[in-house]
């Protein structure tokens, strides 16, 4: 039989079974399968796709009944379905570019000075936030020259005064000034309160020279916490120092008003998640108490990150503290994290807290302090103590 004399044909079924089925019903007994082959269709390049089967055949013309489907037909389809092929095959080659593109340093970053890129990755390596390295970056294209921003030491060392001037310094405790009592921490579970208010305790207990001793108490309402009130004790005893122990805001103005000789009370409170509202609430409600006679402090750890960080400070706003004491300086090697939040949310630091001995650690809060604890910045001593001021541990002086 002459290739003229036949009518050719092309089904595409989901399955075999389905393709012969329809074979059978539209061309009859007569129709002969040429080829049989799995392709895949529908998708975009390349995803997504569903398998299907694809038989081509013929039938003799005389069988066709009529049907237009010939050669030429199956010809154009094959065309078609090459053409569609090597459509996906065009998207694909330009999905694979557009990925090698995006692979590619945008040509800004590719032109970074070097002096500049050493200093982004000095900033990330003390872990400060993105949203405070990119306000650094973004100052120091402004005010530098295109030579500058290759002179490294000049950035970093400019670069570290800045973040010296966005801290805020709170000035240290002063038991000998009107309308202040009480002295308040209060802070997350776990920070070194309970140690930190015996540092104090210890440090404010002895009177300067040629003074008369200081009268100075300590009071907890921290006795939930196994251990809490057994700790403050111990350290109480060694100090010589009285404390006691108060449930609600009734004992604790009562005991406030028994206190009027004392020269200073120092209140450890209960250590709680900034998430137990509640808790948090119930002993705001203690502390009122002590009403404007109180100052009260944050303690929060160097090691906590960022977001937590302002999670806490903002927790703690119905407190009204009026400064953080930083605490465990000694269990972190960077501090970019936390002097990140501190400037953006512009709170003040009074004490750093770098140890378990007390009171030898435990220092009035500084510029200079908090610089030096950063990693890999270079820039004179001598520099910085003249725009900042000095460092000072308080306890040298009283106890060495």
């Not at 390295?133 to 970093?156: G, K, T, V, Y």
């Not at 009204?320 to 090697?333: F, P, S």
């Amino acid at each position: 039989m002459m290739e003229k004399d036949l009518s050719y044909f092309t089904i595409e079924a989901s399955t075999p079974r389905e393709a012969l089925e329809r074979m059978r019903r539209q061309y009859g007994a007569e129709a002969k399968i040429l080829t049989h082959k799995t392709v895949r269709r529908g998708g975009l390049a390349g995803l997504f796709t569903r398998e299907a089967v694809e038989i081509t055949g013929y039938v003799p013309r005389t069988e066709a009944k009529g049907r237009k489907e010939d050669l030429e037909e199956v010809k154009k389809k094959i065309l078609a379905d090459a053409r569609r092929e090597q459509s996906l095959q065009l998207i694909l080659k330009e999905i694979q570019a557009l990925k090698q593109d995006l692979g590619r340093p945008r040509p800004e970053a590719a032109g970074t000075p070097a002096g500049l890129s050493r200093l982004e990755d000095l900033l990330r390596g003390n872990e400060f936030t993105p949203a405070f390295i990119a306000e650094m970056l973004a100052r120091i294209r402004r005010e530098f020259s295109l030579e500058d921003l290759d002179n490294f030491p000049l950035l970093q060392s400019t670069v570290l005064e800045w973040i010296g001037s966005r801290l805020q310094i709170h000035p240290p405790l002063d038991p000998a000034r009107k309308g202040v009592k009480a002295f308040v921490l209060v802070g997350p579970t776990g920070v070194g309160k309970t140690t930190t208010i015996a540092k104090l305790a210890a440090i404010y207990s002895v009177a300067p020279k040629g003074a008369a001793p200081r009268q100075v108490k300590i009071v907890t309402i921290d006795n939930y916490r196994i251990g809490a009130l057994k700790q403050i004790e111990t350290y109480a005893e060694i100090m010589r120092v009285p404390v006691a122990c108060v449930e609600s805001a009734v004992e604790f103005k009562k005991y406030l008003a028994l206190c009027g000789e004392s020269d200073f009370i120092l209140v450890d409170t209960i250590g709680r998640s900034p998430r137990d509202l509640a808790k948090l609430g119930e002993m705001r409600e203690v502390l009122d108490a002590a009403g404007s006679y109180s100052e009260i402090h944050l303690a929060v750890s160097a090691t906590t990150k960022a977001s937590d960080v302002e999670d806490i400070l903002k927790t703690f706003e119905p407190f009204r503290y009026r400064a953080v004491i930083l605490t465990k300086l000694d269990e972190t090697l960077r501090l970019g994290n936390i002097l990140s939040v501190l400037s953006s949310m512009g709170k003040p630091v009074s004490y750093i807290a770098d140890g378990q001995s007390v009171p030898q650690d435990i220092e009035r809060a500084s510029v200079l302090r908090l610089l030096m604890n950063l990693e890999g910045f270079q820039c004179p001593r001598e520099r910085l103590e003249k725009k900042f001021g000095r460092r000072e541990k308080i306890a040298d002086a009283l106890w060495s």
